[in-house]
């Protein structure tokens, strides 16, 4: 995904897509790229953690396990 930012204020910059200009996020300043300012284009992407995913599916079922012998 691209984005551009369209303006920054105090600490949230407003990015808007260009892919989809009614698609906006508000992101905190500090996820940006060093140096990012007002007009740049970024290229955002995500990526899931399925084994971070895994380790907390695992964790909650434990805590259901030990809260039903109780």
Excluded: W, Y
Aim: net charge negative; proline share 4%; charged share 35%.
């Amino acid at each position: 995904m691209r984005a551009v930012i369209d303006r920054i204020d105090e600490d949230i910059a407003v990015l808007i897509s260009i892919e989809d200009e009614s698609l906006c996020m508000n992101v905190p300043v500090p996820f940006l790229p060093s140096g990012s300012r007002e007009g740049d284009f970024l290229t955002i992407s995500f990526e899931r953690d399925l084994e971070a995913a895994r380790a907390a599916h695992e964790r909650v079922r434990g805590l259901i396990v030990r809260l039903k012998e109780q």
